[in-house]
T-cell receptor, first 111, second 115 residues
């Protein structure tokens, strides 16, 4: 079955430093989504990428979808303490009914 | 508030108990999901209901029994659980599209502890 790998599992950064998490799929994806889960909270949708090579930005967050539609990345510029949480990628494939979630990257921002 | 509610928020049960988790979505979506989230593990998809019909069952033990009486409500019936079933159980809903999987809206989850 489809597998979505995400690295790193944990990342500690000093406030103001940049952060990147990477997502790789064993199969070609139809789309990829990113979610953020704050400590003690539930996953909240951030963005969806559909096109090969697509790049989207949300303020300090930059999302990329690889040309082969098998990998993606989330980059945060100048992290803030409000960025703390676990970031998940989720890949969609042939079936439109489910996503395969990556294992998540837990981000800690030190003040 | 994401438009998806779950009750109870916390549940402690013994291995011989029977309990049910409830999920309700107020978004008019046509698909609902149960996920299990254990410490340091990825989100595990358990069940998918599309238009009230179960379309996925990812090898979940029979001690977990889902029920979807209509497109807005989803239940997870629990019986004779094991301590390793302790986890956060998340419900989600989405509007299923023709071409791609649309964004999912998650409820706050039920924190389950099995003694």
């Amino acid at each position: 079955g489809q597998q979505v790998m995400q690295i790193p599992q944990y990342q500690h950064v000093q406030e103001g430093e940049d952060f990147t998490t990477y997502c790789n799929s064993s199969t070609t994806l139809s789309n990829i989504q990113w979610y953020k889960q704050r400590p003690g909270g539930h996953p909240v949708f951030l963005i969806q990428l559909v096109k090969s090579g697509e790049v989207k930005k949300q303020k300090r967050l930059t999302f990329q979808f690889g040309e082969a539609k098998k990998n993606s990345s989330l980059h945060i510029t100048a992290t803030q303490t409000t960025d703390v949480g676990t970031y998940f990628c989720a890949g969609g494939s042939g079936s439109a009914r489910q996503l395969t979630f990556g294992s998540g990257t837990q981000l800690t921002v030190l003040p | 508030e994401t438009g998806v509610t779950q009750t109870p928020r916390h549940l402690v049960m013994g291995m011989t108990n029977k309990k049910s988790l409830k999920c309700e979505q107020h978004l008019g979506h046509n698909a609902m999901y149960w996920y299990k989230q254990s410490a340091k593990k990825p989100l595990e998809l358990m069940f998918v209901y599309n238009f009230k019909e179960q379309t996925e069952n990812n090898s979940v033990p029979s001690r977990f029994s889902p029920e979807c009486p209509n497109s807005s409500h989803l239940f997870l019936h629990l019986h004779t659980l094991q301590p390793e079933d302790s986890a956060l159980y998340l419900c989600a809903s989405s509007q299923v599209g023709l071409m791609i999987a649309n964004e999912q809206f998650f409820g706050p989850g039920t924190r389950l502890t099995v003694l």
